[in-house]
């Protein structure tokens, strides 16, 4: 069990190109955002498992005792000590990392105990972090083999989600940086330039699951159609990584040019694969409007947007793209890429952060 509060945080991150094609084994490129998910593990003695995950409305409560009554086939017994939360990768008693079996998420979603009308997002989560807490002891430790475990046991806490993910989400999370990644092997970007970029949330929910199953039905479909688009983002990825390999610290206007062209060609291309959404080609027409260039990030269907910020754009134009976009109902973030992946904080770091945070309210 935990001695004391531990807290570890996150990145988000983007995919600069790649998405869907990534998961037919063609390049993906993404990166790791400054902005972070924090967890905080608090050990108690109330004999229970708290979790609360407040951006998603989700509180809940369980007995650790009722937890141990599952199969402990899939369990490790030491995960079960009663803290507020445990999502702290180690390895399991077989060193084991696996996929959980469909009768297990059944008797994850007996245990989990949520109502019948629990919205798919709370759910898949709660039923992420069970598995993931019944699955996982904790001992702390950070060498590049923890973060190899921590990326295998996110991919798994991915296959919840979402079926059948390519990996590039965990791995970017968990490195950090900016990554190239194809079928499993992951190289890093060495030197990418530091971009500036707005994080927008269409607030437009979809499923990643649904959206991929939608790609590879239409390649199956249109074979000689839509394996040529896949084709082509692979070589968007690879031009876009050469280039950024070519910006270093001084980049030129001309090569934001250039990445510019790349956003455009893969987003008409994500378009054809059939993962756009109105919503999407609003917040293109509206950064377009700024003199802008902007591409869904992710499954698509909705959900977020890249827009690039070129060097030399002046603050208040930023901030009239952000109001035209909060105008759209939209979420908008201003942020910049390659922040650190999995990190462990003090707590006293945290909350100073937090109490930053706050008074900047
Ligand atoms: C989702 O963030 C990215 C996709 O390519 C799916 C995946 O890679 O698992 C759409």
């Known amino acids: 069990m935990l ?11 983007v995919i600069l190109h790649g998405e869907h094609a990534v998961v037919h084994g063609k390049v993906a490129l993404a990166v790791a955002l400054n902005l972070r998910t924090f967890l905080r593990l608090q050990p108690h003695s109330s004999g229970k498992v708290d979790l609360s995950l407040p951006n998603i409305g989700i509180k809940r409560s369980w007995d650790v005792a009722r937890l141990q009554l599952l199969d402990t086939s899939f369990l490790a017994p030491e995960a079960l000590s009663p803290t507020c939360v445990c ?9 084991d990392v696996t996929a959980p079996t469909p009768e297990q998420v059944e008797k994850l979603k007996e245990v989990a105990g949520l109502p019948d009308d629990c ?3 709370k759910r898949l989560a709660v039923l992420t972090f069970l598995y993931l807490y019944l699955s996982i002891f904790r001992k702390q430790r950070w060498t590049k083999e923890d973060l190899e475990l921590i990326n295998k046991w996110a991919f798994q806490g991915e296959r919840v989600i979402h079926g059948n993910p390519s990996g590039v989400d965990n791995a970017v999370s968990t490195w950090g940086g900016a990554l190239r990644y194809q079928q499993g092997k992951i190289a890093s970007l060495k030197r990418p330039p530091a971009l500036q970029i707005l994080l927008t949330n269409t607030r437009v929910p979809r499923s990643t699951k649904a959206l991929v199953a939608g790609v590879r039905n239409r390649l199956l479909k249109f074979p000689e159609i839509v394996a040529p688009l896949l084709t082509s983002i692979d070589a968007i990825s690879l031009e876009c990584e050469r280039v950024l390999g070519e910006m270093g610290e001084a980049p030129a206007l001309e090569q934001y040019h250039v990445l510019e062209e790349l956003i455009d060609m893969n987003q008409h291309h994500l378009n054809a694969l059939g993962v756009g959404h109105a919503s999407l080609d609003q917040l293109c027409q509206v950064t377009r409007a700024h ?10 269907g909705g959900g977020c947007g890249i827009t690039l910020l070129k060097p030399g754009l002046e603050q208040p ?12 109902g939209f979420d908008c973030w201003e942020t910049s890429v390659g922040a650190p992946g999995v990190s462990v904080h003090s707590a006293t770091s945290l909350e100073s952060r937090v109490r930053q945070a706050l008074d900047g309210l």
């Open 317 to 328: 134009e930023v901030e009239a793209t952000k109001q035209a976009l909060t105008s759209c």
């Open 87 to 95: 999502l702290f990768a180690c390895e399991t008693e077989q060193g």
């Open 119 to 121: 919205a798919v997002t």
């Open 291 to 300: 003199g802008l260039h902007s591409k869904l990030t992710g499954a698509g």
């Open 3 to 13: 001695s004391e509060v531990l807290l570890v945080s996150a990145p988000g991150k």
